[in-house]
């Protein structure tokens, strides 16, 4: 297969990315249909970040962050352990509530899936209970005594015959050897596609069968549904559900101008919970647990709703909500996640707008009670940006003077290691505030 990356929301030419695609129009097509791409009055752009498999080709698409591919390897590795560390965070899929029909099946997170599940729990099992008269496995006790006439000697029962019991694991189930036959196929075709290393796993090869050995794919799948009839094991069940669906559909991945993807349309939200959770995010906890109140009220319900008043009635509509507050040394802290990518030429292009900025702002104005009731000595305001420069920088910050006259504090621009903010997340550190020189 051939790999190429792709920058997020980079503008290309249609004949460049027809040269990407092999001069293919119907997978440029397929692409446009599936929102990978969009138009932007003459050129296209790739609204995504991930992997997407079309054909025979390997597109990766890093965020817009990222300036070149000097490091692209390690680089977009990275981007991935993230975009899965949130994927299992917020979108895992519970098969146990879902029928066989309505589990949405995408075949490069399957494959990814079933490899996964392997390194953490092993092959698919049917545990066979053996009983015999005798053995040498734990004694059975209740069927000792409910089944056999035992010597009664000096008032004590003694028992000739002892029911023993033991569980084997039976090796050649009809359903673990179709599993091992499933994760050898999963393995064979990311690898092909060159992506286990990109994914952190390694070759497994537990099988050399073929589909048709369990029969004609009808058969199987009648197997597999009858088999989930008389599994309770929520975590077999999922499997067997898995396979079910894996090979229902894996064909079609020979289909011409077949898509499938890994990864997201809307990174800007996977940045924001990675700020959420590098800096302490507040907004979702109850007032008791972070002020002397006792109120299980949560500090983003402070905010009041609009009320609509009407000759029908009244109607409370939603707010809006920051994307994160925190404290800090006795300083209340409003952060906006902000996706962008900002670019200073003779002018400023590709900056928040004037509705974000109002918003932060008026954060502000709304919380203004609680930070007064709270005593806290002041505020901060800031938008937060990723660059893939090495350090934070405190770019500055922007005024609307006619909000700044009320009291309110202007909005700071920083900008922040996208880098180092993806490991802190990966592995659950956070960032000092003092850090951001607000």
């Known amino acids: 297969m051939k790999t190429i990356y792709i920058r997020e929301l980079k503008y290309y030419s249609k004949s460049e990315i027809l040269k990407i695609l092999e001069d293919d129009e119907k997978s440029f097509n397929t692409l446009i249909k599936n929102d990978i791409i969009n138009k932007e009055d003459d ?66 997170s399957m494959m990814i899936f ?52 033991y569980k084997i694991d039976d090796l050649f189930d009809y359903f673990r050897l179709l599993h091992e036959y499933i994760i050898t196929e999963c393995s064979k075709r990311l690898e092909c596609a060159d ?45 067997l559900k898995s396979m079910h669906a894996f090979l229902k559909e894996k064909n079609s991945f020979s289909n011409e101008n077949y898509l499938t993807v890994y990864g997201t349309t809307t990174y ?27 109120s299980n009220t949560k500090l983003i319900n402070i905010i009041k709703k609009p009320v609509w008043y009407l000759n029908e009635g009244e109607f409370k509509v939603d ?67 990723p660059t893939y420069d090495g350090e934070v920088e405190n770019k500055g910050y922007v005024e609307i003077k006619i909000l700044h ?3 309110l504090e202007n909005i700071q621009v920083i900008m922040l290691p996208a880098g180092e903010m993806n490991r802190l997340y990966l592995e659950n550190k956070k960032m000092r505030i003092e850090d951001l020189n607000l």
């Open 43 to 108: 050129s296209f752009l790739f609204k995504f970040v991930g992997v997407i498999i079309i054909d025979n080709i390997v597109i990766n698409c890093y965020p817009k962050y990222i300036p070149n591919e000097d490091n692209i390897k390690n680089d977009f590795k990275q981007v991935i352990n993230v975009v899965k560390k949130y994927n299992n965070l917020y979108e895992e899929v519970e098969y146990q509530n879902e029928s066989l029909e309505d589990i949405s099946f995408n075949l490069l």
């Open 114 to 165: 079933f490899l996964e599940d392997y390194f953490e729990h092993g092959i698919y099992n049917n545990i066979q209970n053996i009983l015999e008269i005798n053995g040498n496995g734990e004694i059975d006790w209740n069927r000792t005594i409910n089944y056999t006439d035992p010597i009664i000697k000096d008032n004590k029962p003694y028992y000739a015959e002892l029911y023993t019991k």
């Open 195 to 239: 992506l286990l290393e990109l994914f952190d796993l390694t070759p497994v090869e537990l099988s050399d069968k073929e589909q048709n050995d369990f029969g004609e794919l009808d058969v199987i799948l009648e197997n597999l549904e009858k088999e989930l009839h008389v599994e309770f094991n929520s975590h077999k069940q999922k499997l």
């Open 268 to 294: 800007h939200v996977i940045w924001e919970d990675i700020c959420k959770r590098v800096f302490r995010d507040k907004l979702d906890k109850p007032l008791r647990e972070i002020t002397d109140s006792n």
């Open 319 to 385: 707010t809006f909500r920051p994307d994160l507050i925190t404290f800090w040394n006795d300083y209340f802290i409003i952060f906006d996640a902000k996706y962008y990518k900002l670019k200073i030429t003779q002018k400023l292009e590709k900056q928040p707008g004037l509705s974000d900025v109002s918003k932060q702002y008026l954060y502000q104005l709304a919380y203004r009670d609680f930070i007064d009731e709270n005593n806290f000595k002041g505020v901060k305001n800031a938008f937060l940006m």
């Open 405 to 407: 006259d009320l009291g």
